[in-house]
T-cell receptor, first 113, second 111 residues
Framework: EAGVTQSPTHLIKTRGQQATLRCSPI?????VYWYQQALGLGLQFLLW???????NRGNFPPRFSGRQFPNYSSELNVNALELEDSALYLC????????????FGPGTRLLVL | QQPVQSPQAVILREGEDAVINCSSS?????VHWYRQKHGEAPVFLMI?????EQKGHEKISASFNEKKQQSSLYLTASQLSYSGTYFC????????????FGSGTRLQVQP
């Protein structure tokens, strides 16, 4: 069974640009989560989507946004990039409907210059 | 509020045991344990739900004391493959799914 996949693996942008990160959950999973892992720091919760709806949001500015598509894949958009947005962005998925175990993808490493 | 993990780092010899602790200042609904190797995604180890249960998988087990809002991860007879950074993720209120992760415990197992 394929795990959570993310693309691209690496992304280099300059300040002020926009970045789009993509995630495909494990087949059958309806919930998708996004986390930011800055260098040397723990994982910070960004967003949770389930059945196409944003269910919860972490303490991040509105320029971090996303969506979930009918096939349950998800996009994370980061507008007006800042240097401190450089981090590993991890996507996780779970079965939804009360199944809490989150399985992580390999991440997208975003570098903002 | 971010849970506090201790110790921050530990070095073991193969076959030795280790305990990693995770403490929260808020009431917990669940505790999730992950291991992350350098450059890789966090790998799920186990989840403990409110109820004070203890779980185990081979030589890795964990406990959850909801009264103390603490969880401990027990690694027995450590193997080289156990090396990595261990994170606990806590969920403070059912239904919100936002895991708050500790800063991690770096474990290195040496031959």
């Amino acid at each position: 069974e394929a795990g959570v996949t993310q693309s691209p693996t690496h992304l280099i942008k300059t300040r002020g640009q926009q970045a789009t990160l993509r995630c495909s959950p494990i087949s059958g999973h309806t919930s998708v989560y996004w986390y930011q892992q800055a260098l040397g720091l723990g994982l910070q919760f960004l967003l949770w989507y389930d059945e196409g709806e944003e269910r919860n949001r972490g303490n991040f500015p509105p320029r971090f946004s996303g969506r979930q598509f009918p096939n349950y894949s998800s996009e994370l958009n980061v507008n007006a990039l800042e240097l401190e947005d450089s981090a590993l962005y991890l996507c996780a998925s779970s079965l939804g409907a009360g199944q809490e175990t989150q399985y992580f993808g390999p991440g997208t490493r975003l570098l903002v210059l | 509020q971010q849970p506090v993990q201790s110790p921050q780092a530990v070095i073991l010899r193969e076959g030795e045991d280790a305990v990693i602790n995770c403490s929260s200042s808020k009431a917990l609904y669940s505790v999730h344990w992950y291991r992350q190797k350098h450059g890789e995604a966090p790998v799920f180890l186990m989840i403990l739900l409110k109820g004070g249960e203890q779980k185990g998988h081979e030589k890795i087990s964990a406990s959850f004391n909801e009264k103390k809002q603490q969880s401990s991860l027990y690694l027995t007879a450590s193997q080289l493959s156990y090396s990595g950074t261990y994170f606990c993720g806590t969920e403070g209120r059912t239904g919100r799914r936002a895991l708050t992760f500790g800063s991690g415990t770096r474990l290195q197992v040496q031959p």
